[in-house]
Structures are given as structure tokens and as C-alpha cells.
């Protein structure tokens, strides 16, 4: 058996029509939309990430500003940027790029983005409000997971989900997310006994870790969906996920790939609650 591939391809360029078209709306009737990334470490990795998002913004009809702060910027810098940026009105969406200089914590700081704003949900606040079932703009990359399985027709209702992951970026909200899809949902991680046994009792296995490879194929059960939000950086400057696609692929029914399945369906949603926030 070999798993189906649930690509992101067509879920990508369908999110950013839809967001051109309204980019374009906006921009007609005097409200062209404005995204801040607000960055402040010499990262390379990240330098990348954020030039890709700049581009891919462009070419939706979203002006992008990089507000470099630099790798020495303090906790007060980060916040008194942040919080000016939440009250300037050319702009519509505020991104917080991590790492940040070593003692900012990323959390705390990310409390001054406005709510409006958040469309990457970093403030805490917005997880809150997504925990409680309020609106609130979901970070990208959880929102990302739930959208995909949409997109391929997945069922969730009554389905058992494992998230293996923990971060409030990516594991928690992506519970939240398929909580309100009516999944039944169970969060793993470093700490969790025995993670194959409860991963291969789940219809859906969500890995989200950060190790390369980490689920393999005793932790999936035949046919399972596998949603691979991992993105880690290989040797030859290529991308491998958190699910050992080789081994998984023989016994899963489905499987998202890296790269083409959830990183640019997460690129697509940024740019799309940026027309969402400037459209408010
Ligand atoms: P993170 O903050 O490092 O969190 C990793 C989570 O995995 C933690 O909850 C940790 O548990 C858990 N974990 C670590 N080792 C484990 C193990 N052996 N068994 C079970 N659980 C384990 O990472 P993240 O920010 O959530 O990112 C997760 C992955 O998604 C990374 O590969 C990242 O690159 C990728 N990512 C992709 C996108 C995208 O756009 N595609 C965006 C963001 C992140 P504890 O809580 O107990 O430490």
C-alpha cells in the first residue's frame, strides 16, 4: 500500500486567488492592505522565512514593511515597536518573527500586538479567545492543518485526533482548532509513555516536534491520515518533516507531504487574515 499524497498545492493557489482578488478590492476603494514583520535577530533561517513571506505578500497585492530591529533589540524595544504598529493605521497585520534576543519572551511581548492585528495569533490572548470558542485569527500553522484535511474531505467529527506537540504555535492551537471540528483530540508530547501506543489508536496523527523522522511507521495504524507539520533543515539544503515519509507511506492511508503540504497552505493563511484584518 502506498498513502495517498494530501498536497497543498491547489489549497495554496486557491487561498491566494481568493486573497488577490480582495487585496485588489481593498486597494480599489483606498484600503490597500499592509503587513509588519517585526524581526530582531541575525538569523539566517528566519531572514529567509521572512523574505519568502515579503514575496509571496507582493504578489498577492499586500504591501509588506521588515521592521528590522536588530539582535541587540530589548524587551521595551520589541514591545514599544509592536504596540505602535497596533495603532498605525496603514497597517492591517502585525508578525512577530522568532528567535528572539536571548531573555524576550516571545510571549510576553506579543502581548502588544493589537487582536486585530494578530493574524499569526502570537499573543496569548488570541489563543485564549481560540480555546474558548471565540473568534480570534488562529496561528497559520495550526489553521493550516485543520484546512488541509478540509480541503481532501477528511472527516473529523467523532474521528480520534493525535497532536504530537505541545507549543502554543503549533500543537495547542491545532488541538483547539479540531476540537471545534468535533474531533476528539489528544495532545502528546516529550512526556507522553508509550507515544506509538496512543498515536497508533488515532484516525489522524498530527506531528508536530521539531525531530526529524520522529513518527514512523509503528505510530501510525493502517490507513491513519498523518498531517506532517515538521519543516527541519537537511544537510543539502533541502527539508524533511517530523514523519518518516518512507516508512509511513507503506502503512498510512493518507499523508501530507514535505515540503508542498502544510508550509505554503501556512504562507497562503498569513496573507489571507491580512485582507481579513484590513477588510474589518
Ligand atoms: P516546539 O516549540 O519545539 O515544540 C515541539 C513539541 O514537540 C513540544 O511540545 C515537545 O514536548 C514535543 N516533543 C519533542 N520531542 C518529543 C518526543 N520525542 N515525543 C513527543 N513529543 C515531543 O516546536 P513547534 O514550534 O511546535 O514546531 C514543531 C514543528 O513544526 C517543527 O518542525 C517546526 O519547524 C515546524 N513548524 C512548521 C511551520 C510551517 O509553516 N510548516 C510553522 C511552525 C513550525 P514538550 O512540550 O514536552 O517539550
Same mark, same amino acid.
Given at each position: 500500500?502506498?498513502?495517498?499524497?494530501?498536497?497543498?498545492?491547489?489549497?495554496?493557489?486557491?487561498?491566494?486567488?481568493?486573497?488577490?482578488?480582495?487585496?485588489?478590492?481593498?486597494?480599489?476603494?483606498?484600503?490597500?492592505?499592509?503587513?509588519?514583520?517585526?524581526?530582531?535577530?541575525?538569523?539566517?533561517?528566519?531572514?529567509?522565512?521572512?523574505?519568502?513571506?515579503?514575496?509571496?505578500?507582493?504578489?498577492?497585492?499586500?504591501?509588506?514593511?521588515?521592521?528590522?530591529?536588530?539582535?541587540?533589540?530589548?524587551?521595551?524595544?520589541?514591545?514599544?515597536?509592536?504596540?505602535?504598529?497596533?495603532?498605525?493605521?496603514?497597517?492591517?497585520?502585525?508578525?512577530?518573527?522568532?528567535?528572539?534576543?536571548?531573555?524576550?519572551?516571545?510571549?510576553?511581548?506579543?502581548?502588544?500586538?493589537?487582536?486585530?492585528?494578530?493574524?499569526?495569533?502570537?499573543?496569548?490572548?488570541?489563543?485564549?479567545?481560540?480555546?474558548?470558542?471565540?473568534?480570534?485569527?488562529?496561528?497559520?500553522?495550526?489553521?493550516?492543518?485543520?484546512?488541509?484535511?478540509?480541503?481532501?474531505?477528511?472527516?473529523?467529527?467523532?474521528?480520534?485526533?493525535?497532536?504530537?506537540?505541545?507549543?502554543?504555535?503549533?500543537?495547542?492551537?491545532?488541538?483547539?482548532?479540531?476540537?471545534?471540528?468535533?474531533?476528539?483530540?489528544?495532545?502528546?508530547?516529550?512526556?507522553?509513555? !508509550?507515544? =506509538?501506543? +496512543?498515536?497508533?489508536? $488515532?484516525?489522524?496523527?498530527?506531528?508536530?516536534? *521539531?525531530?526529524? @523522522?520522529? /513518527? #514512523?511507521?509503528?505510530?501510525?495504524?493502517?490507513?491513519?491520515?498523518?498531517?506532517?507539520?515538521?519543516?527541519?533543515?537537511?544537510?543539502?539544503?533541502?527539508?524533511?518533516?517530523?514523519? !518518516?515519509? =518512507?516508512? +509511513?507511506?507503506?502503512? $498510512?492511508?493518507?499523508?501530507?507531504?514535505?515540503? *508542498?503540504?502544510? @508550509?505554503? /497552505? #501556512?504562507?497562503?493563511?498569513?496573507?489571507?487574515?491580512?485582507?481579513?484584518?484590513?477588510?474589518?
Amino acid at each position: 500500500m502506498s498513502a495517498t499524497v494530501l498536497s497543498g498545492k491547489e489549497l495554496t493557489a486557491a487561498i491566494r486567488a481568493e486573497t488577490t482578488a480582495k487585496a485588489a478590492e481593498l486597494t480599489a476603494a483606498g484600503t490597500p492592505p499592509k503587513l509588519a514583520v517585526v524581526v530582531a535577530t541575525a538569523d539566517e533561517s528566519s531572514a529567509w522565512y521572512v523574505r519568502s513571506i515579503a514575496k509571496a505578500a507582493t504578489k498577492v497585492g499586500i504591501t509588506c514593511d521588515i521592521v528590522d530591529l536588530g539582535p541587540a533589540a530589548s524587551d521595551m524595544d520589541i514591545r514599544h515597536k509592536l504596540a505602535s504598529l497596533s495603532v498605525d493605521e496603514s497597517v492591517h497585520g502585525v508578525i512577530l518573527q522568532t528567535p528572539l534576543p536571548d531573555g524576550v519572551n516571545a510571549q510576553d511581548v506579543a502581548l502588544s500586538i493589537a487582536l486585530e492585528k494578530d493574524i499569526d495569533g502570537a499573543n496569548p490572548l488570541s489563543l485564549g479567545r481560540l480555546a474558548a470558542g471565540l473568534p480570534a485569527f488562529a496561528p497559520a500553522t495550526a489553521e493550516a492543518v485543520v484546512r488541509i484535511l478540509d480541503h481532501h474531505q477528511i472527516e473529523l467529527t467523532g474521528r480520534h485526533v493525535a497532536v504530537v506537540g505541545r507549543s502554543t504555535v503549533v500543537g495547542k492551537p491545532a488541538a483547539h482548532l479540531l476540537l471545534e471540528k468535533n474531533a476528539t483530540v489528544t495532545v502528546c508530547h516529550s512526556r507522553t509513555k !508509550d507515544l =506509538a501506543a +496512543v498515536t497508533s489508536a $488515532a484516525d489522524v496523527v498530527v506531528a508536530a516536534v *521539531g525531530r526529524a @523522522g520522529l /513518527v #514512523t511507521a509503528e505510530h501510525v495504524a493502517p490507513g491513519a491520515v498523518v498531517v506532517d507539520v515538521g519543516t527541519n533543515p537537511t544537510d543539502d539544503g533541502g527539508l524533511v518533516g517530523d514523519v !518518516d515519509a =518512507a516508512s +509511513v507511506a507503506e502503512k $498510512a492511508g493518507a499523508l501530507t507531504p514535505v515540503p *508542498g503540504g502544510v @508550509g505554503p /497552505v #501556512t504562507t497562503a493563511l498569513l496573507l489571507q487574515h491580512t485582507v481579513q484584518a484590513a477588510a474589518r
